[in-house]
């Protein structure tokens, strides 16, 4: 009777002692979410010691042609080396990459403005997809997307859109919470979203991983105060 009794308070002891531990863990990670959430939404006013590897995430039609015209407009050596990434079936979007990196090859030194490689990675869901057949779909898109932020650990990444964005932006903030790595997430909303966000862009808004979100219209700066209004950039 005795040694069972000790067997039982032993057992519960145990118990409290495993119920403690998850709880002090789950403090310390809702802590760190919280600190992670704090530190992104301050705006870097220092510029950087370096230039940065930066992850560009394209998109099938408009949002591709939106991006790279914004690429064209940025000082280049500061953001090298460059990863374009874009989904398995759009083979359009890395082409244009890559005349755009050509032309900039030929414009200046290969030293000056870095190296360039260009991935694609799988869809979460194809358009016309069913809900059920896409779980497997995301799943596979979020280890897929887990194996090229392992392999190439970018300090930046910049998206404006597409939903190949939302398992590459949430490693990133997994990343970040777990001190692997911190890369900045950079979310540029497409000029032709007028009075909502897209859903990449609400997501990215509402879960709060994105670092900083530019939209191009007064009237999405209303709706969502803690976007950062810029005019039209394209």
């Given at each position: 009777?005795?040694?069972?009794?000790?067997?039982?308070?032993?057992?519960?002891?145990?118990?409290?002692?495993?119920?403690?531990?998850?709880?002090?863990?789950?403090?310390?990670?809702?802590?760190?979410?919280?600190?992670?959430?704090?530190?992104?939404?301050?705006?870097?006013?220092?510029?950087?010691?370096?230039?940065?590897?930066?992850?560009?995430?394209?998109?099938?039609?408009?949002?591709?042609?939106?991006?790279?015209?914004?690429?064209?407009?940025?000082?280049?050596?500061?953001?090298?080396?460059?990863?374009?990434?874009?989904?398995a079936t759009d083979n359009m979007s890395l082409q244009k990459a890559r005349l755009i990196e050509e032309?900039?090859?030929?414009?200046?030194?290969?030293?000056?403005?870095?190296?360039?490689?260009?991935?694609?990675?799988?869809?979460?869901?194809?358009?016309?997809?069913?809900?059920?057949?896409?779980?497997?779909?995301?799943?596979?898109?979020?280890?897929?997307?887990?194996?090229?932020?392992?392999?190439?650990?970018?300090?930046?990444?910049?998206?404006?859109?597409?939903?190949?964005?939302?398992?590459?932006?949430?490693?990133?903030?997994?990343?970040?919470?777990?001190?692997?790595?911190?890369?900045?997430?950079?979310?540029?909303?497409?000029?032709?979203?007028?009075?909502?966000?897209?859903?990449?862009?609400?997501?990215?808004?509402?879960?709060?991983?994105?670092?900083?979100?530019?939209?191009?219209?007064?009237?999405?700066?209303?709706?969502?105060?803690?976007?950062?209004?810029?005019?039209?950039?394209?």
């Amino acid at each position: 009777m005795e040694h069972g009794s000790s067997c039982f308070f032993s057992n519960v002891g145990f118990l409290n002692f495993a119920i403690l531990l998850i709880i002090a863990a789950s403090t310390l990670l809702l802590f760190r979410i919280l600190y992670v959430i704090y530190r992104s939404s301050k705006q870097l006013h220092s510029r950087p010691p370096g230039p940065l590897s930066t992850l560009i995430i394209l998109g099938s039609g408009g949002h591709t042609a939106e991006i790279l015209n914004l690429l064209a407009v940025m000082q280049m050596e500061r953001f090298k080396p460059r990863y374009y990434v874009a989904a398995a079936t759009d083979n359009m979007s890395l082409q244009k990459a890559r005349l755009i990196e050509e032309t900039l090859k030929n414009k200046a030194e290969a030293e000056t403005v870095g190296t360039s490689d260009f991935m694609q990675i799988y869809r979460s869901r194809e358009v016309g997809q069913s809900y059920i057949t896409s779980v497997g779909t995301t799943l596979a898109a979020l280890a897929h997307a887990l194996w090229i932020m392992i392999k190439i650990r970018p300090q930046m990444i910049l998206c404006n859109g597409p939903g190949t964005c939302i398992p590459l932006s949430a490693i990133a903030f997994i990343f970040k919470v777990f001190g692997i790595r911190w890369s900045s997430i950079f979310y540029v909303e497409s000029i032709a979203r007028v009075r909502r966000l897209s859903l990449s862009g609400l997501l990215l808004y509402k879960l709060r991983m994105a670092d900083q979100i530019f939209v191009q219209w007064p009237q999405l700066k209303c709706k969502y105060p803690r976007a950062n209004y810029v005019g039209r950039l394209m």
